[in-house]
């Protein structure tokens, strides 16, 4: 016998039944189809103004760093003097998003941009997020052709862009975009939540950061509320 | 992997001996337990997603087949393979498949339980592809050919000196030659010399924490990033995961995930928590050309309708460890497979057969606290009782031990007997310890009185002190 057969065969045994009935299948079909909640923490019940603070504290008490920035045509100077502040890198690996087109970096000259995946040699990387989560600080990353995932992962120093209005309370609210966007029962190839930079306590119970994702996360809230 | 439960007493004595073992793990106690209580005060509603967490995995459990044939439609419509395993050989032998035929020389590996009880390391070394370990904690205990002492914290038994030195001997050939003591120059350098290794590997294999039927995703949580540059640089990507991961829908893993963390680390979220949902699409500029799920049942499917079937809900959140005095004590390689802990003496009976693994039930002195603490209420006390009672039934118990527990349950099933027979023990003991109150020496349990004095009872028992108390009362 297979060994699919004779697993699906023992779990049924086991439990002391057949296949499921029909109707019973279907019950449990609707239950998908119906992705309904369970309780939801009341710590996300505020005004938005309010999450979009929670989300700067939250993100902030997981040592990432977070800037507000008035409009998207702030970033590269934010993104410049981070860079200079932290005596990082000028080389920038973008995501090729189109939400990045219009960035008016004739005004910092001293940023090399490229667009692509990630290369091993990056060591800074600009990405939007999909979604942040009020309720713990989290970005929510979609992967797409012009979101490639490595960019969250391979470069030590990591700057992400995000708009007010992409911050919502919690992790149902990021899956809810994503169904809007991608469909029903489809995800993109990668959905990554992000909260706080990479860090290990593997030796001796010590805390260290960038253990081999990015050291340093950095968070660019654009406030596009009015 | 080897398995050594057989030798719990041996290895828990030399265990309380080694002062490595003593300093790494009464660490434990101030560290994972505190963070927990602190983050789950902090959540109102804990107790509750608790509640809904233990409902929510025995509705799985009870429909398993239906998730995990929905699961499988859905991974295949996102253009992966799903394969069925029932035992350790079988998913060994479809990984190295895999791998073969992804050509592979060299695969890395995000941290697995199920890849550490198949033994797939040891597996594709045999067969000529080098695996590489890219947690931390578990690539230093791949230097060292050791197995993890934690769920999560896989080096914890690991001294940073000893770090230092297996550093030292293995990275010389990539040109690391000093010998570094400060914890972050360690991480690193490890950080360097595994960054060649993610992107020269032909395979990426990962666990997975709980797998989308909804979506046909695997999902992994870590800290480090580490899983995720594993799946996503190679070419093919492989997640290995036992069959009760299955889980509905997104909702219900948030659900989950809400408790995960807080359990195991005292985090509100670990850094990184990935869903990974067939091959890369069409125009997609990285990510994996292949995605494969290997499914493994050993054992988990023989667990449902049986009176241990709550072992299923399990997380691998390591709370249970992290709360144990005995665990604390005795490390985690004294358990002797690969889960230690409360969840190790109540489930390692199963997969290693009882007679192996007979004394881990006995490994507990029952305080409770692995089922207070566990975010799915898996009662193990209840678990490992009855392994003891199987243990007696079955005649694993050897005859000395099983004697006086016939002897102790003749005396218990006649109540006046024993009464008469405590009110002398009483008395006796009393005579035995003189002025002081205890006893420095008892016959027949010198394992007992060679670390520690006896209190000796004060004369009366319990049941006569109570009576009395009533009749003055009254």
Same mark, same amino acid.
């Given at each position: 016998?297979?060994?699919?057969?004779?697993?699906?065969?023992?779990?049924?045994?086991?439990?002391?039944?057949?296949?499921?009935?029909?109707?019973?299948?279907?019950?449990?079909?609707? $239950?998908? !189809?119906?992705?309904?909640?369970? *309780?939801?923490?009341? @710590? *996300?019940? &505020?005004?938005?103004?309010?999450?979009?603070? #929670?989300?700067?504290?939250?993100?902030?008490? #997981?040592?990432?760093?977070?800037? @507000?920035?008035?409009?998207? !045509?702030?970033?590269?100077?934010?993104? $410049?003097? =981070?860079?200079?502040?932290?005596?990082?890198?000028t080389k920038v690996k973008m995501a090729p998003d189109k939400i990045f087109d219009d960035l008016p970096f004739d005004k910092t000259p001293m940023l090399e941009i490229t667009r692509g995946a990630a290369a091993p040699s990056d060591e800074v990387s600009l990405t939007p997020a999909f979604a942040g989560i009020a309720e713990t600080g989290t970005l929510c990353m979609a992967s797409g052709p012009d979101r490639p995932s490595t960019l969250n992962f391979l470069p030590e120093n990591h700057v992400v862009v995000i708009r007010a209005s992409e911050i919502t309370g919690t992790l149902e609210d990021s899956w809810a975009r994503l169904r809007e966007k991608f469909g029903a029962g489809n995800l993109p190839r990668t959905v990554n939540f992000i909260s706080g930079p990479s860090r290990t306590a593997d030796i001796e119970q010590t805390l260290i950061m960038g253990a081999h994702g990015p050291r340093r996360l950095h968070i660019l809230i654009v406030d596009d509320d009015g | 992997m080897q398995v050594t439960s057989r030798r719990f007493k041996e290895g828990a004595h030399d265990a309380l001996h080694d002062k490595n073992i003593q300093q790494a793990f009464s660490k434990v106690k101030s560290g994972f337990p505190v963070a927990r209580a602190k983050s789950a005060s902090e959540l109102p509603e804990f107790e509750e997603l608790r509640d809904s967490a233990r409902d929510l995995k025995n509705h799985i459990l009870e429909n398993l087949d239906y998730y995990l044939e929905y699961f499988e439609e859905q991974v295949q419509l996102q253009g992966g393979r799903v394969h069925w395993c029932s035992s350790y050989a079988e998913a060994r032998e479809v990984v190295l498949h895999i791998c073969r035929e992804a050509k592979a020389k060299t695969v890395t590996k995000g941290k697995s339980m199920i890849t550490e009880e198949m033994a797939l390391n040891d597996y594709l070394s045999e067969h000529g592809i080098e695996p590489i370990e890219t947690d931390l904690g578990e690539y230093i205990i791949?230097?060292?050919?050791?197995?993890?002492?934690?769920?999560?914290?896989?080096?914890?038994?690991?001294?940073?000196?000893?770090?230092?030195? #297996?550093?030292?001997? %293995?990275?010389?050939? =990539? /040109?690391?030659?000093? $010998?570094?003591?400060?914890?972050?120059?360690?991480?690193?350098?490890? $950080?360097?010399?595994? @960054?060649?290794? =993610?992107?020269?590997?032909?395979? /990426?294999?990962?666990?997975?924490?709980?797998?989308?039927? !909804?979506? /046909?995703?695997?999902?992994?949580?870590?800290?480090?990033? %580490? /899983?995720?540059?594993?799946?996503?640089?190679?070419?093919?990507? &492989?997640?290995?995961?036992? &069959?009760?991961?299955?889980?509905p829908t997104l909702e219900d893993a948030s659900l989950f995930l809400r408790l995960l963390a807080r359990s195991a680390t005292g985090q509100e979220m670990s850094v990184y928590t990935t869903f990974s949902t067939g091959p890369k699409r069409m125009e997609d500029i990285d990510g994996p050309a292949n995605f494969h799920v290997v499914l493994v049942d050993s054992g988990r499917s023989d667990l449902l309708g049986s009176d241990k079937q709550d072992l299923l809900r399990c997380l691998k959140c390591g709370a249970c460890m992290n709360h144990c005095p005995v665990y604390q004590a005795v490390g985690g390689h004294s358990y002797g497979w690969v889960y230690p802990g409360p969840i190790g003496a109540a489930l390692n009976p199963h997969m290693v057969g009882l007679e192996e693994a007979r004394h881990l039930p006995n490994a507990s002195t029952f305080c409770g606290r692995c089922e207070e603490v566990c975010p799915v209420r898996i009662p193990l006390p209840k678990i490992m009782r009855h392994w003891r009672e199987q243990a007696f039934e079955t005649q694993v118990t050897p005859k000395p031990e099983r004697w006086g527990i016939g002897i102790w349950a003749f005396f218990a099933k006649r109540p006046k007997l024993y009464r008469l027979m405590t009110r002398v023990s009483a008395r006796a003991l009393k005579l035995m310890a003189g002025k002081k109150g205890v006893i420095h020496k008892l016959p027949l349990m010198k394992g007992w009185s060679s670390v520690r004095d006896f209190p000796a009872p004060e004369g009366a028992t319990f049941m006569e002190q109570w009576k009395k108390q009533q009749r003055e009362g009254k």
């Open positions: 016998m297979p060994s699919r057969d004779k697993i699906f065969s023992r779990i049924r045994h086991n439990l002391g039944r057949g296949p499921l009935k029909e109707e019973a299948a279907n019950a449990l079909k609707t $239950r998908i !189809e119906g992705h309904a909640p369970h *309780t939801i923490p009341k @710590r *996300t019940d &505020i005004p938005h103004k309010e999450q979009v603070d #929670l989300f700067e504290a939250k993100a902030t008490a #997981l040592a990432a760093t977070v800037a @507000r920035l008035n409009a998207l !045509e702030d970033v590269p100077e934010a993104l $410049r003097d =981070y860079l200079a502040a932290h005596n990082l890198s | 791949q230097l060292a050919h050791e197995y993890p002492s934690h769920i999560i914290a896989p080096a914890l038994h690991k001294t940073k000196d000893q770090v230092t030195e #297996l550093f030292h001997e %293995n990275h010389g050939k =990539y /040109g690391f030659n000093e $010998r570094l003591t400060d914890p972050q120059a360690l991480v690193n350098e490890a $950080r360097s010399v595994l @960054r060649d290794k =993610y992107v020269a590997a032909d395979v /990426g294999i990962t666990g997975a924490n709980f797998l989308i039927a !909804e979506t /046909g995703s695997t999902v992994i949580v870590t800290n480090e990033g %580490n /899983g995720d540059l594993t799946q996503s640089l190679p070419k093919t990507h &492989i997640a290995v995961s036992s &069959i009760e991961k299955v889980v």
